[in-house]
């Protein structure tokens, strides 16, 4: 059964940078992807991108391609995400999801399970 | 980038009615797309892949449909756990740049 567990809530300020990590456990962590998805208070889920380790490859949203980052330490299972120039408008609770599989096929772009979430709130 | 358009935005239905919602996509996805169920304070979970296959646990009332632009999920029979909101969400963009639709509310009347 593959869990993820994410950090807790953060309180950052305008301009400033924050990471959430994302832990999982149950499985092979070389054999993970993990997604990143955010959802602003009351709005609809929005896709910043993927890291997959095994092949070594990270893809982001164009519109967060100049602020994030992707980071994986397999010692820790663990997969991060860097947002750096905060403003309001991140405020949101980001998620980390990995990629679903079946009991004979995993599926790259589907994601389940996912973590619980993480509240970032960004405010002077 | 693909942008999915979800419809309607809210759905207002009783336990026990059959309830249709619709995402249609910007461009043509195959049968690469997928429907969430979000409850208020949870993640999402994954209830169907691939345009018609139901995830694991999924009970048999949910059934998704179409391919290309134009998807449908059915619920034969709300119950009331049912009651949410669903997303759908392409896969089809290689290198990948996946999207979600805006969600379609379902309610209790």
């Known amino acids: 059964q593959v869990q993820l567990v994410q950090s807790g809530a953060e309180v950052q300020k305008p301009g400033s940078s924050v990471r959430v990590s994302c832990k999982a456990s149950?499985?092979?962590?070389?054999?993970?992807?993990f997604t990143w998805v955010r959802q602003a208070p009351g709005q609809g889920l929005e896709w910043m991108g993927e890291i997959i380790p095994i092949f070594g490859t990270t893809h982001y949203a164009p519109k967060f391609q100049d602020r994030v980052a992707f980071t994986t330490d397999e010692s820790t299972s663990t997969a991060y995400m860097e947002l750096t120039s905060l403003r309001s408008e991140d405020t949101a609770v980001y998620f980390c999801a990995t990629r679903y599989c079946t009991t004979t096929n995993c599926y790259l772009g589907y994601f389940d399970p996912w973590g619980q979430g993480t509240l970032v709130t960004v405010s002077s | 980038e693909i942008v999915l358009t979800q419809s309607p935005a809210t759905l207002s239905l009783s336990p026990g009615e059959r309830a249709t919602l619709s995402c249609r996509a910007s461009q043509n996805v195959g049968s690469y797309l997928a429907w969430y169920q979000q409850k208020p304070g949870q993640a999402p979970r994954l209830f169907i892949y691939?345009?018609?296959n139901r995830a694991t646990g999924i009970p048999a009332r949910f059934i998704g449909s179409g391919s290309g632009t134009d998807f449908t999920l059915t619920i034969s029979s709300l119950e009331p756990e049912d009651f949410a909101i669903y997303y759908c969400?392409?896969?089809?963009?290689?290198?990948?740049?996946?999207?979600f639709g805006q969600g379609t509310k379902l309610e209790i009347k």
């Open positions: 969400q392409q896969r089809g963009d290689w290198p990948p740049m996946y999207s």
């Open positions: 691939d345009a018609s």
């Open positions: 149950g499985s092979t962590f070389s054999s993970y992807s």
